[in-house]
């Protein structure tokens, strides 16, 4: 069972960047799928971006696909969300999850996932 801590979090004025980790303990990540969710107060949890086992498949939510990017560092056991251009709107908590996999598939929707990370707060000031 793997356990997943998101970091990298913080407060940030639009337009600056930020770059979440999601780091592994007890399993190695490479044998899981990994996705980002983040949740506003008093909204649901969203889908921001996800890869697949092998990193050679990625996806995003509409919203972040020219600011934010997935990637993962098998020697580091960590997968990072680098975001750019950050609004105001990009005000969340940030979660990453991961599931058991095929090498080449992703997943966007949270019910997919089995091993969620505790999560990140990202402020985003106007």
């Known amino acids: 069972q793997v356990q997943l801590v998101e970091s990298g979090g913080g407060l940030v004025q639009a337009g600056g960047s930020l770059r979440l980790s999601c780091a592994a303990s007890?399993?190695?990540?490479?044998?899981?799928?990994i996705g980002w969710f983040r949740q506003a107060p008093g909204k649901e949890r969203d889908f921001v971006a996800a890869?697949?086992?092998?990193?050679?498949?990625?996806d995003y939510a509409d919203s972040m696909k020219d600011r934010f990017t997935i990637s993962r560092d098998g020697a580091k056991n960590t997968v990072y969300l680098q975001m750019n251009s950050l609004k105001p709107d990009d005000t969340a908590v940030y979660y990453c999850a991961a599931r058991g996999a095929p090498s080449y598939r992703y997943y966007t929707k949270n019910y997919e996932y089995a091993y969620w990370g505790q999560g990140t707060q990202v402020t985003v000031s106007s």
């Open positions: 890869i697949s086992r092998s990193g050679g498949s990625s």
């Open positions: 007890g399993s190695t990540l490479s044998n899981y799928a």
